[in-house]
């Protein structure tokens, strides 16, 4: 699924996350107290790694082109 993304998609979602775990929200990961210490408990690097393990709890919807009526 995170393949489907553009690139300019995952950095929002995880810019989103990021924010969301820095403003407090509970992290979805199921890690050891030395993985969190790894990444300095740095909430992008948490994003990505929740993004990575797609349990995300953010989604996009893409509008489908219309076909022009001529």
Do not use: C, H, V
């Not at 924010?19 to 994003?47: C, F, H, S, T, V």
């Amino acid at each position: 699924m995170k393949d489907s993304f553009t690139k300019y998609e995952r950095a929002r979602i995880i810019g989103a996350r990021a924010l969301q775990i820095a403003m407090g929200a509970p992290i979805l990961l199921k890690m050891k107290k030395e993985d969190y210490e790894k990444m300095r408990y740095n909430p992008i690097n948490i994003a990505k790694k929740e993004f990575e393990e797609g349990i995300l709890p953010l989604s996009i919807k893409k509008p489908l082109p219309e076909k022009s009526k001529k």
